[in-house]
């Protein structure tokens, strides 16, 4: 009796340490790592700080139930918690790091109840631990959650939603079917896709416990029911769009298609290359930084050949347990996958739109292990030696870059906020206009110097508001007592500057040199 006691303690003290190195990885330097703010973030940031402080977004809708944000929309999950961050730890106030703290968050979950969900599947300790581990240090689960992308939550949610799945499967209790609904209705509130996803994923794995007896009919009327009340106001805002109905006022929130339907860019055309794209991406990368990188791909090189006779090992699970009518659970993240393949077939197929396919990558990558481990037979113990240590050295290596090397703004230094170069310009007192290398893009300069919407309307110019311009041509008229902050690699304006005959003091930025004269 001891010695199981201990062996449960030393389980749970081991899963208790890889959740604590898990949000070490996740929260350490979030502030500052990646070292851009994405334009998406900047608008979200933007969009929440007008909504905490004035009850819209900064395109004056009033509290939409999806705030617009550059010509579109953002799913409106990220964008109030966000809000509610504000109102709350940040007393009115925005920063980076409350900024990604819902993405942080989001990837905690992740960890915890994707390795809840493994353990519910497998009921083994060693596979549990398993999957805690190459949730805590595989590169996608730790990057997606560093930064403020609002289609990031639909992972975090997707995995608590077949966390309850499963545990409806396990027990057939009405409270858990009641839980599952539930938490996919509040899916479709963190990613446009999800309307894709949620009901022919739904679709297909109810017709299969159907098949397979683990639910009634009656209680799959009760599923979809629940799903749609907790749902109701996204479904109401898809018939704004589908049918051009006029706004609709719902607790407070107005369902409008003010902003440009997120539906707009499904097309069937592409459907086989887009769906070719992403599972290539999604097993290595997209080439876009923030997500992936070359050196290590999305869950390292190693994983890809496991991942892939996971994929094939499920698919002969499921078939035959069709023929038996007997449930097993392959079918769950198969489903799951095949419904996420779907969706983002009729979308582009950017790495970040697929982020809901990891949590089936995780469950392909584990199958694949098990099942390469049971057929090693006399040689298990030197498989897992030799994968333990493969994985190991890339973990380190990984962290290692990650920490100390990976620099987006290398590649993307336009998304680089020149903050401190702007609070020294606005520090002196001689400098009346400043001109921005923003590419007209002011969410870069409000979400982090926020000031009332209406106040920015009231002084509105073609090229920014009040003294604050936020674009650099050769058109820019040049003048004492205006500064300029300018990206090092605008050759062209900063060849222009120089040809002017002023001459400029200069201060030097990472990514950006601040020109004034007084």
């Given at each position: 009796m ?8 030393t ?11 898990g949000?070490f ?15 998406d ?7 929440a700080?007008?909504l ?12 939409p ?26 007393h ?12 942080l968050?989001?990837?905690?979950l ?7 969900l493994i353990?519910?599947?497998y ?11 190459l949730?805590t240090?595989?590169?996608?689960f ?21 966390y ?9 209790k009405?409270?858990h ?27 297909l ?5 159907l098949w ?9 009327i009760?599923?979809?029911?629940c799903?749609?009340?907790t ?5 109401l805002?898809?018939?704004?769009m589908?049918?051009g109905?006029?706004?609709i006022?719902?607790f ?15 097309s069937?055309?592409?459907f086989?290359?887009?769906?070719i794209?992403?599972?290539k ?16 791909y ?10 892939l006779?996971?994929l094939?090992?499920?698919?002969r ?14 079918f ?5 996958y ?20 990891f ?18 037979r ?14 190991l ?18 590649t ?5 906020p020149?903050?401190e170069?702007?609070v ?19 969410e870069?300069?409000?979400?982090f ?16 508001y009040?003294?604050?311009h936020?674009s ?22 900063l ?12 201060t ?11």
């Amino acid at each position: 009796m001891r010695q199981i006691q201990s062996s449960r303690y030393t389980y749970w003290l081991c899963l208790l340490m890889i959740f604590a190195t898990g949000l070490f990885l996740r929260a350490y330097r979030i502030d500052e790592i990646p070292n851009i703010v994405h334009i998406d973030e900047a608008g979200l940031g933007r969009n929440a700080w007008c909504l905490a402080n004035f009850g819209i977004d900064r395109y004056f809708n009033e509290m939409p139930i999806y705030p617009e944000n550059f010509g579109g929309g953002q799913s409106p999950l990220y964008t109030y918690l966000v809000v509610l961050l504000i109102r709350t730890i940040g007393h009115g106030s925005l920063s980076v790091s409350l900024l990604r703290l819902p993405g942080l968050i989001s990837s905690m979950l992740v960890v915890l109840f994707g390795t809840g969900l493994i353990s519910l599947v497998y009921k083994s300790r060693k596979v549990t631990l398993t999957a805690a581990l190459l949730l805590t240090f595989c590169p996608y689960f730790i990057m997606h959650g560093r930064y403020a992308l609002d289609c990031n939550l639909m992972l975090g949610c997707s995995t608590i939603a077949l966390y309850l799945l499963a545990k409806y499967l396990n027990s057939g209790k009405p409270l858990h079917l009641i839980g599952y609904s539930v938490a996919f209705g509040v899916v479709m509130y963190s990613y446009a896709l999800s309307y894709f996803v949620v009901p022919i994923f739904l679709c297909l794995i109810t017709l299969y416990m159907l098949w397979c007896h683990k639910i009634s009919f009656p209680q799959a009327i009760l599923s979809a029911l629940c799903v749609c009340l907790t749902a109701l106001p996204i479904l109401l805002f898809v018939c704004t769009m589908l049918f051009g109905l006029p706004a609709i006022r719902f607790f407070g929130f107005t369902l409008s298609p003010t902003a440009a339907s997120r539906l707009a860019d499904i097309s069937f055309s592409n459907f086989r290359n887009n769906v070719i794209d992403i599972i290539k991406y999604s097993l290595t990368h997209d080439g876009r930084p923030l997500d992936a990188v070359d050196k290590f791909y999305t869950m390292y090189a190693i994983s890809i050949p496991f991942i892939l006779m996971g994929l094939v090992v499920s698919c002969r699970q499921w078939l035959m347990s069709v023929k038996a009518h007997r449930y097993h659970h392959s079918f769950l993240f198969f489903s799951f996958y095949l419904a996420g393949l779907t969706a983002i077939g009729f979308s582009h197929g950017y790495l970040y739109r697929a982020n809901y396919l990891f949590i089936a990558y995780l469950y392909f990558l584990v199958c694949g292990i098990v099942a390469t481990y049971h057929f090693a037979r006399s040689l298990q113990k030197y498989f897992i030696a030799g994968l333990s240590f493969l994985y190991l050295v890339c973990s380190v290596l990984f962290i290692r870059y990650y920490f100390t090397s990976y620099s987006p703004a290398d590649t993307i230094p336009q998304f680089v906020p020149a903050n401190e170069a702007i609070v020294y310009a606005q520090s002196q007192p001689g400098i009346q206009e400043i001109y921005l290398d923003y590419s007209n893009v002011s969410e870069f300069y409000t979400a982090f110097f926020p000031e009332s919407p209406y106040v920015i309307a009231q002084t509105t110019q073609e090229d920014g508001y009040g003294h604050m311009h936020f674009s650099l041509t050769t058109d820019t008229p040049l003048c004492a007592g205006n500064a300029y902050i300018v990206l090092k690699n605008n050759q062209t304006f900063l060849a222009y500057l120089r040809a002017s005959g002023y001459t400029w003091q200069i201060t030097e930025y990472p990514y950006h040199y601040l020109f004034y004269t007084q």
